[in-house]
Protein backbone atom coordinates (compact mmCIF):
# COMPACT_ATOMS: atom_id res chain seq x y z
CA UNK A 1 0.00 0.00 0.00
CA UNK A 2 1.67 3.58 -1.18
CA UNK A 3 1.01 6.29 1.41
CA UNK A 4 -0.50 9.12 -0.28
CA UNK A 5 1.87 11.73 2.12
CA UNK A 6 4.83 10.55 0.89
CA UNK A 7 6.59 13.41 -0.53
CA UNK A 8 9.59 13.79 -2.78
CA UNK A 9 12.31 16.45 -3.15
CA UNK A 10 12.75 18.01 -6.73
CA UNK A 11 14.95 21.15 -7.92
CA UNK A 12 16.96 22.38 -10.19
CA UNK A 13 19.53 24.42 -9.42
CA UNK A 14 21.45 25.71 -12.06
CA UNK A 15 24.89 27.33 -11.39
CA UNK A 16 27.08 29.21 -13.43
CA UNK A 17 30.43 29.09 -11.25
CA UNK A 18 33.54 31.01 -12.60
CA UNK A 19 37.12 31.34 -10.80
CA UNK A 20 40.84 32.05 -12.08
CA UNK A 21 44.13 30.86 -11.47
CA UNK A 22 45.91 32.38 -8.91
CA UNK A 23 47.05 35.92 -10.35
CA UNK A 24 45.35 35.43 -13.29
CA UNK A 25 48.28 34.01 -14.83
CA UNK A 26 48.05 32.38 -18.24
CA UNK A 27 48.96 29.10 -17.15
CA UNK A 28 46.54 26.79 -18.10
CA UNK A 29 47.44 26.13 -21.69
CA UNK A 30 47.35 22.95 -23.45
CA UNK A 31 45.36 19.60 -21.62
CA UNK A 32 42.38 21.81 -20.77
CA UNK A 33 40.09 18.61 -21.97
CA UNK A 34 42.14 16.41 -19.43
CA UNK A 35 41.54 18.85 -16.81
CA UNK A 36 37.77 19.59 -17.58
CA UNK A 37 37.24 15.53 -17.74
CA UNK A 38 38.97 15.32 -14.16
CA UNK A 39 36.74 18.09 -12.96
CA UNK A 40 33.30 16.07 -14.91
CA UNK A 41 34.31 13.25 -12.44
CA UNK A 42 34.44 15.38 -9.29
CA UNK A 43 30.73 16.59 -10.25
CA UNK A 44 29.46 13.02 -11.65
CA UNK A 45 30.80 11.87 -8.42
CA UNK A 46 28.62 14.63 -6.13
CA UNK A 47 25.76 13.89 -7.56
CA UNK A 48 25.41 16.95 -9.85
CA UNK A 49 24.82 16.99 -13.27
CA UNK A 50 27.17 19.11 -15.89
CA UNK A 51 26.01 21.05 -19.03
CA UNK A 52 29.32 22.52 -19.65
CA UNK A 53 33.00 22.94 -19.05
CA UNK A 54 35.06 25.50 -20.25
CA UNK A 55 37.43 28.16 -19.81
CA UNK A 56 40.91 29.62 -21.08
CA UNK A 57 44.12 30.50 -20.12
CA UNK A 58 43.38 32.32 -16.97
CA UNK A 59 39.65 30.50 -15.52
CA UNK A 60 37.10 28.25 -15.86
CA UNK A 61 33.24 28.18 -16.46
CA UNK A 62 31.46 25.45 -14.92
CA UNK A 63 27.49 25.36 -15.88
CA UNK A 64 25.64 22.55 -13.63
CA UNK A 65 23.50 21.43 -11.24
CA UNK A 66 24.09 21.40 -7.69
CA UNK A 67 22.75 18.38 -5.94
CA UNK A 68 20.66 20.43 -3.06
CA UNK A 69 22.68 18.39 -0.15
CA UNK A 70 25.78 20.12 -1.54
CA UNK A 71 27.17 23.96 -0.58
CA UNK A 72 28.57 25.89 -3.36
CA UNK A 73 31.10 26.97 -1.50
CA UNK A 74 31.61 23.44 -0.46
CA UNK A 75 31.63 21.97 -4.42
CA UNK A 76 34.03 24.86 -5.11
CA UNK A 77 36.36 24.33 -2.50
CA UNK A 78 36.65 20.14 -3.52
CA UNK A 79 36.64 21.10 -7.12
CA UNK A 80 39.75 23.26 -6.76
CA UNK A 81 41.48 21.54 -4.22
CA UNK A 82 41.18 17.99 -6.43
CA UNK A 83 41.98 19.63 -9.42
CA UNK A 84 45.06 21.64 -8.03
CA UNK A 85 46.19 17.82 -6.94
CA UNK A 86 45.62 16.30 -10.33
CA UNK A 87 47.06 18.96 -12.47
CA UNK A 88 50.63 18.39 -10.14
CA UNK A 89 50.09 14.86 -9.84
CA UNK A 90 50.10 14.63 -13.87
CA UNK A 91 52.20 17.53 -14.70
CA UNK A 92 48.90 19.45 -16.92
CA UNK A 93 50.37 22.87 -16.49
CA UNK A 94 53.74 23.23 -15.25
CA UNK A 95 53.34 27.10 -14.82
CA UNK A 96 50.12 26.69 -12.76
CA UNK A 97 50.85 27.97 -9.02
CA UNK A 98 46.77 27.71 -7.75
CA UNK A 99 43.56 28.98 -8.35
CA UNK A 100 42.32 32.49 -7.25
CA UNK A 101 40.86 32.50 -3.32
CA UNK A 102 37.17 33.16 -4.45
CA UNK A 103 35.01 32.20 -7.00
CA UNK A 104 31.99 33.61 -8.60
CA UNK A 105 28.27 31.84 -8.79
CA UNK A 106 25.71 33.03 -10.36
CA UNK A 107 22.11 31.28 -10.41
CA UNK A 108 20.17 30.99 -13.61
CA UNK A 109 16.33 29.47 -14.93
CA UNK A 110 16.38 26.21 -16.71
CA UNK A 111 15.08 28.01 -19.50
CA UNK A 112 18.59 29.78 -20.37
CA UNK A 113 20.47 26.31 -20.38
CA UNK A 114 20.60 26.75 -24.13
CA UNK A 115 22.36 30.82 -24.30
CA UNK A 116 24.29 29.33 -21.28
CA UNK A 117 25.98 26.56 -22.97
CA UNK A 118 26.60 28.61 -26.31
CA UNK A 119 27.99 31.04 -23.71
CA UNK A 120 30.64 28.86 -22.40
CA UNK A 121 31.59 26.79 -25.25
CA UNK A 122 32.48 30.05 -27.02
CA UNK A 123 34.90 31.54 -24.34
CA UNK A 124 37.82 31.40 -26.61
CA UNK A 125 35.51 33.68 -28.79
CA UNK A 126 34.97 36.40 -25.85
CA UNK A 127 37.85 37.05 -24.71
CA UNK A 128 39.76 37.81 -28.39
CA UNK A 129 37.73 40.93 -27.73
CA UNK A 130 36.79 40.88 -23.78
CA UNK A 131 39.68 40.66 -20.92
CA UNK A 132 38.43 37.62 -17.61
CA UNK A 133 38.17 41.55 -15.59
CA UNK A 134 35.60 43.08 -18.06
CA UNK A 135 33.57 39.30 -18.78
CA UNK A 136 33.47 39.34 -14.50
CA UNK A 137 32.80 42.49 -14.18
CA UNK A 138 29.63 42.05 -16.47
CA UNK A 139 28.35 38.98 -15.34
CA UNK A 140 28.42 40.07 -11.80
CA UNK A 141 26.04 43.93 -13.10
CA UNK A 142 24.15 41.46 -15.13
CA UNK A 143 22.96 39.76 -12.04
CA UNK A 144 22.72 42.65 -9.90
CA UNK A 145 25.52 42.06 -7.94
CA UNK A 146 27.29 44.76 -5.94
CA UNK A 147 30.77 44.55 -5.26
CA UNK A 148 33.55 46.88 -4.66
CA UNK A 149 36.04 46.98 -7.77
CA UNK A 150 39.34 47.06 -5.21
CA UNK A 151 38.44 43.32 -4.13
CA UNK A 152 38.12 41.92 -7.36
CA UNK A 153 41.14 41.65 -8.43
Known amino acids: ?37 YITGI ?3 KNCHLYQINGVEDHLHIVTHIHPSISVSSLVKDI ?14 PHFN ?6 GAFTYSIKEIDRLITYVKNQEGHHKTKTFKEEYIELLKEN ?5 EKYLF
Not at 13 to 37: A, D, G, P
Not at 98 to 103: A, F, M, P, T, V
Not at 144 to 148: A, N
Open 98 to 103: GWQDGY
Open 144 to 148: GIVYD
Open 1 to 37: MNSKNEMSTYTQLLYQIVFSTKNREHTLTYNKQELFK
Open 80 to 93: KLASTEHIKNNSLF
Open 43 to 45: LKN
